[in-house]
């Protein structure tokens, strides 16, 4: 393996300016250049207190499973108008393609 010692070290300064304007307190010393653990089993314990199940996102299906106008007319419209560009872009680009 062949590391070139000089621009791992620009490497290993460029981290520590980033770490310092964003405010890292995990980066300080010379040697101390590190993922701070913490940080992910905080982010995974907040994962984890998630429902599987959000009863507010649930409500706003049921509300709009509901609703005869959602989607509008104009919503649908503009959805075909994409699908139906989307498929003649397709179709171009196949009859352009080597065979």
Do not use: C, W
Not at 16 to 24: E, F, I, S, T
Not at 56 to 76: E, K, M, N
Not at 78 to 91: G, K, N, R, V, Y
């Amino acid at each position: 393996m062949n590391i070139d010692p000089i621009k791992r070290q620009a490497q290993i300064s460029s981290l520590r300016q980033v770490a310092r304007k964003k405010g890292d307190s995990s980066v300080s010393g010379e040697d101390s250049l590190h993922l701070d653990s913490g940080f992910h089993e905080n982010l995974m314990a907040q994962l984890n207190d998630m429902p599987d199940v959000r009863p507010d996102v649930v409500a706003l299906g049921r509300r709009l499973a509901s609703d005869p106008d959602y989607p509008s007319d104009g919503t649908l419209e503009q959805l075909a108008a994409i699908l139906l560009d989307d498929s003649a872009e397709i179709s171009r680009e196949a009859e352009q393609a080597p065979r």
